[in-house]
């Protein structure tokens, strides 16, 4: 969950909402979304300890179209757009110490019409580490999870570090009254939106790997809960030391808000400091997300409704190397193609269709499945459930009317699966039937 979100997205929620106060609330509303998801899920990773997670609860709930479109959008755009808005991300503070790697710096422009097609350090940078990322994740679970679980020491500990330095520090200035609200109308807020769940996105990767935990009925609901709250907590602390060191006005215009509140704090050496925080965040994020979401389109590949190489198992690693390595590879693409902040908008709408499709399958399969044990069940049922679906459709909408460029290419991405489906399921059938007449 925690990755560049909090470092670069929370100037895009100051703007939307310019008021301390206010600006919490909204971090808060996120959380609470997300708790709500969260409480959701567990009861389906309960019911359901397989790879692949939401493509499973998707199936069980409304049929194998639902699930394809799901993991054919995770492909397309959910996933791999996630990993490469963070790839992105991680070559912008890359080239903080390595200018080669920067943002800024053009490698490549190509005329493709009437635009012009530009390779920079940072894009190249981001192709990188997805590759080496990827390549540890090939190469054994257990390699995975190492790296992660060092470099999530290391970036809680970074934030952990600045919010202790921003509280103890004298205010950048004297405690004043709240300017007047100024909301921007229900787009704004959504914007705002979009960058907040961005933040906290993330926090249903463990169902993607129940397959391959030890007790999942009874660690994956925990897990989602636990991690849930403590980034919450950690978001809360963040935004109040970003505001003690900044004030509401300086996160609003600032790019990288996390670099410009550890400069207030101690000057360069900080910023410096902060920037390589940030950017073992990013690289942790990254390497969670290559992780989990290459349990995703296993099992798609396993129902006949991907290529069957993307199956595949690899012999001695036990890994889904099939997985991993197409996700690698259209991920690089995307990487190579836009901004930080496109990406993420695209992958957090065509998301938060999906999760309100999940969150709806807790009640569904109450009802069609009540024989089907349930380890946990969800607090507070139906009200959570209901909550996370109604939410989840609201910011959709609002999404939509904010950025509808992004939103329609989000809502794109899930069409064109239908007639991708139409075409595996047809193959599928011809297959059988082959299968059948060559049978005695």
């Known amino acids: 969950m925690v990755g560049s979100a909090i470092f670069l997205a929370a100037g895009d929620a100051a703007r939307s909402v310019p008021h301390p106060v206010w600006l919490l609330a909204m971090w808060v509303a996120g959380g609470l979304l997300t708790l709500a998801g969260a409480l959701s899920y567990g009861e389906l990773g309960a019911m359901f300890p397989r790879a692949g997670g939401l493509y499973h609860y998707l199936r069980e709930a409304y049929g194998p179209l639902s699930a394809f479109l799901f993991g054919w959008t995770s492909f397309l755009v959910i996933m791999t757009g996630g990993i490469a808005a963070l790839a992105v991300g991680f070559g912008e503070y890359l080239g903080v110490f390595v200018p080669f790697f920067s943002t800024s710096h053009r490698l490549l422009e190509v005329p493709v019409g009437r635009w012009t097609w530009v390779v920079t350090g940072g894009q190249l940078a981001g192709v990188l580490a997805i590759a080496f990322l990827t390549w540890i994740n090939y190469r054994g679970l257990r390699e995975g999870t190492g790296l992660q679980n060092a470099v999530t020491l290391l970036k809680m500990g970074s934030i952990a570090a600045l919010v202790v330095i921003a509280f103890a520090a004298t205010p950048v200035a004297p405690p004043a009254p709240a300017p007047p609200v100024h909301f921007g109308g229900m787009g704004a807020l959504a914007a705002g939106f979009i960058a907040v769940l961005w933040s906290y996105d993330g926090w249903y990767g463990a169902t993607f790997m129940a397959g391959e935990m030890k007790k999942p ?136 269709l999906f999760h309100a499709a999940t969150g709806a399958a807790v009640i ?77």
């Not at 660690?219 to 989602?224: A, E, H, K, T």
């Not at 900080?270 to 390497?287: D, Y």
């Not at 459930?385 to 992004?406: C, D, G, Q, R």
Request: net charge positive; proline share 7%.
């Open 217 to 352: 009925e009874k660690n994956l609901p925990v897990g989602l809960m636990v991690g849930t709250l403590a980034v919450i907590g950690l978001y809360l602390l963040a935004n109040g030391a970003y505001l003690r060191a900044l004030t509401v006005e300086g996160m609003a215009t600032t790019p990288r808000v996390g670099e410009a509140a550890a400069r207030s704090l101690l000057g360069p050496f900080g910023a410096q400091a902060l920037s390589a925080a940030v950017f073992l965040s990013i690289f942790g994020c990254l390497s969670a997300t290559v992780l989990y979401a290459g349990r995703v389109y296993m099992p798609m590949a396993e129902d006949g409704l991907f290529f069957r190489g993307v199956g595949r198992i690899h012999p001695k690693y036990r890994t889904p190397s099939g997985s991993l390595l197409a996700q690698g590879v259209w991920a690089s693409i995307l990487t190579l193609s836009g901004t930080y902040e496109q990406l993420y908008t695209y992958v957090i709408v065509a998301s938060f």
């Open 364 to 440: 569904v399969l109450r009802r069609r499945r009540p024989e089907l044990p349930r380890p946990y069940r969800v607090w507070g049922y139906p009200v959570v459930p209901l909550l996370f679906v109604l939410t989840s459709m609201i910011f959709v909408v609002s999404a939509f009317v904010e950025k509808p460029v992004e939103s329609v290419l989000g809502f794109v991405a899930v069409a064109l699966g239908l007639p991708v489906y139409a075409w595996w399921r047809r193959r599928a059938g011809e297959a059988n039937s082959r299968q059948r007449g060559e049978s005695p």
